[in-house]
């Protein structure tokens, strides 16, 4: 999931449709014997979720569910395949968020359903409630009936108002990191893989689509069903409904959205095909089938989810020049790291977001050259040495230590996307490709469909590279990247001759206020303004980024990426004519990434802080929980450290009649 990164990455926080070709269904050859299941090499515990994946699995869930737009809500049933690993347990727990449970049912020998005793606990903020089953005779299958709140943490409700269309509601999931529980009860940690089939009744005005096998020829009917034959973890199970249509880019990939955004959608990823065949180039065949990409609105609170076989995608990278289209190269990298290799808990989420982002770096370079490459890397690089300056030490380390992460949405983006990348390239750069492909491809055959820990990866990487490679990186090295704060010193650098231009050009402009010549701005592209931007002292004279903005049309910029930078400069520079537009970037945008730099920079003063408030309370009615959360979050800090805030909020002093 990209939450916290840049474009193409810039994609570089906390992500598939239809039945695929034939050659992509068959598995890729194993590099070595299959890995022992994690539960037999150690014991696991994950502290998000109340499931006891060492008394009984869930191997298959079957989902009957019924989208109601009028109460928000969804219902129905969830009915489990389960493999009781404990002989003598006696109980299946399940993890829930603000769910109705109606009854619990066991399958007997017979096929018949009976009833079972089951009893919900008190809600805990964060982990939610354990719904706990009797099931003294352990029975094959378990059936819940249940239904949604209509404040459920993993979906969002939005109004035809709030589409693109204008006529039509849309439901969309987020289930990462611990947010199925409050759509479906499972067992709700990555440590669990199942199978997956939904039969989903909606209204008939609306298409409804899963992270399984949609059929881009679907009738919209009203009455769906899919099913997901490789095992996910519940991270990935994914639903959305809403006025939806299908084009395609190749043969096996297109996308959905809303017939508005569709064209603009398909234009602006139709490399897709191409960054498949790039990445499969480097580790084996792409193995999920088809890779479609679902374009959701503005509202969704991350840059994409890597929902195996429907990617969810935010709109916010289509900007009409593919410059931040490594978004769509970062969720399909997943594919292969996150999906195929999963953390086993979230303790160790590097292991999913590092070698992702590793992996985009890799595919983007092979489609737009190094160059882009390593400016995607320096601009991520730089955002994680400024998070470091104040980031608790604790949450830098790539393998975090039991008790460290009370919420799994609170995880430092920069250290399990960027410090993660960091530490494959730095084993790149040592062994050198001709070495390090082979194992990270190895790496994937061998843990294909298992969820893992970073000591399991350990052991791996001691064995097939560090070993059989001797005298080229130790094991104190690589413990030092995995266990401990920080940047290893020896950690290698990266340039690049584009930026060089960039930090000339805005040095130059400090020291002259002479704008840089328009031979050389007119080729940069949003990797190169953004770094332009962020080279800049925290804040500025007001006539200094008026003399900006009247050049570069910062203000009201439709890019989020250099939004995100210029409206907190603007506002800690005083530069109060970017406010209107910025409180419209506010109510417009929901992605996490692209607000909560700008909140932040409001609530620094009472009047910001007051705007700030002004402007969520515009924007809450379309804000998905998850956001909302964050940015309540904000505010609420800033209100108890501020002695009193202005009873309005200030604003330009007359803004030009539209």
């Not at 940069?524 to 500025?540: R, Y």
């Given at each position: 999931m990209r939450q916290l990164l840049l474009s193409v990455s810039i994609a570089a926080a906390l992500g598939l449709v239809a039945t695929g070709c034939q050659r992509n269904q068959n598995p890729a050859p194993a590099a070595a014997a299959p890995a022992a299941p994690a539960a037999a090499a150690e014991k696991i515990v994950d502290e998000h979720s109340y499931a006891q994946p060492d008394q009984v699995r869930t191997t298959d869930l079957a989902l009957d569910l019924a989208i109601d737009f009028d109460s928000r809500t969804i219902g129905g049933t969830a009915t489990y395949a389960l493999d009781w690993v404990d002989k003598s347990a006696t109980q299946l727990v399940l993890d829930t968020r603000d769910l109705a449970i109606d009854k619990a049912e066991g399958q007997t020998a017979d096929g018949k359903w009976e009833p079972l005793k089951f009893a919900l606990s008190d809600k805990d903020k964060v982990l939610g409630s354990a719904l706990t089953i009797e099931t003294p005779n352990r029975p094959a299958k378990v059936r819940v009936t249940y239904a949604t709140s209509p404040e459920?943490?993993?979906?969002?409700?939005?109004?035809?108002?709030m589409t693109e269309g204008k006529q039509t509601p849309f439901m969309f999931s987020q289930s990462q990191q611990i947010h199925a529980r409050s759509w479906v009860p499972l067992q709700d940690t990555p440590q669990i893989r199942f199978t997956y089939s939904a039969h989903v009744k909606s209204p008939a005005d609306v298409m409804v689509l899963m992270s399984a096998d949609n059929d881009p020829k679907a009738a919209r009917d009203g009455d769906y069903s899919f099913k997901m034959p490789q095992k996910i973890p519940s991270y990935l199970l994914a639903i959305a409904a809403g006025d939806l249509v299908f084009k395609p880019i190749g043969e096996r990939s297109g996308v959905w959205a809303e017939p508005a955004m569709v064209d603009k959608a398909v234009a602006e990823f139709d490399d897709t095909e191409k960054m498949i065949d790039a990445a499969?180039?480097?580790?084996?065949?792409?193995?999920?089938?088809?890779?479609?990409?679902?374009?959701?609105p503005p509202s969704f609170p991350y840059g994409g989810m890597e929902n195996p076989r429907l990617t969810f995608a935010t709109p916010t990278v289509i900007v009409g020049d593919k410059s931040l289209v490594s978004l769509i190269a970062h969720e399909l990298a997943h594919s292969w790291s996150g999906n195929l290799v999963t953390f086993a808990t979230d303790k160790d989420s590097w292991l999913n977001e590092g070698t992702t982002t590793y992996v985009q770096s890799r595919i983007t370079e092979a489609l737009y050259g190094r160059d882009m490459a390593a400016m995607e890397e320096v601009i991520d690089r730089d955002e994680l040495k400024g998070e470091f300056k104040t980031l608790d030490p604790k949450l830098q380390r790539l393998s975090l230590k039991p008790g460290t992460l009370a919420d799994p949405d609170d995880q430092s983006s920069a250290t399990v996307y960027t410090k993660g990348a960091w530490f494959l390239q730095f084993l790149e750069k040592r062994f050198g490709r001709a070495v390090f492909d082979p194992w990270l491809k190895g790496y994937f055959d061998h843990f294909a469909f298992q969820s893992i820990t970073t000591s399991q990866f350990r052991d791996y990487l001691k064995a097939n590279l560090i070993d059989k490679h001797p005298n080229v990186v130790t094991m104190e090295e690589v413990d030092q990247w995995l266990y401990e704060p920080g940047i290893p010193g020896n950690a290698p650098q990266v340039e690049s001759g584009k930026f060089s231009t960039v930090n000339a050009a805005r040095i130059a402009w400090q020291g002259s206020a002479k704008l840089p010549d328009k031979s050389i701005t007119?080729?940069?592209?949003?990797?190169?303004?953004?770094?332009?931007?962020?080279?800049?002292?925290?804040?500025?004279?007001?006539?200094?980024?008026?003399?900006?903005?009247?050049?570069?049309?910062?203000?009201?910029?439709p890019n989020g990426e250099i939004a995100m930078r210029w409206y907190p400069l603007a506002e800690r520079s005083g530069y109060a004519a970017a406010r209107e537009e910025m409180g419209k970037f506010l109510e417009r945008v929901g992605r996490r990434k692209l607000i909560l730099p700008v909140y932040k920079a409001l609530v620094a003063t009472p009047d910001?802080?007051?705007f700030a408030e002004q402007a969520f309370a515009?924007?809450?009615?379309?804000?998905?929980?998850?956001?909302?959360?964050?940015?309540?979050?904000?505010?609420?800090?800033?209100?108890?450290?501020?002695?009193?805030?202005p009873t309005a909020p200030a604003a330009p002093a007359e803004p030009p009649a539209k």
């Open positions: 459920a943490s993993g979906l969002q409700w939005l109004a035809p108002s499969e180039g480097l580790y084996g065949p792409y193995r999920w089938g088809r890779y479609d990409l679902l374009v959701l007119g080729a940069w592209g949003t990797q190169e303004w953004v770094h332009f931007l962020e080279g800049m002292p925290a804040s500025l004279k007001p006539e200094q980024l008026q003399q900006l903005d009247e050049a570069y049309h910062f203000t009201g910029t910001g802080l007051a515009k924007a809450k009615p379309a804000t998905h929980p998850i956001t909302a959360g964050s940015v309540e979050a904000i505010i609420a800090e800033a209100k108890a450290k501020a002695p009193a805030a």
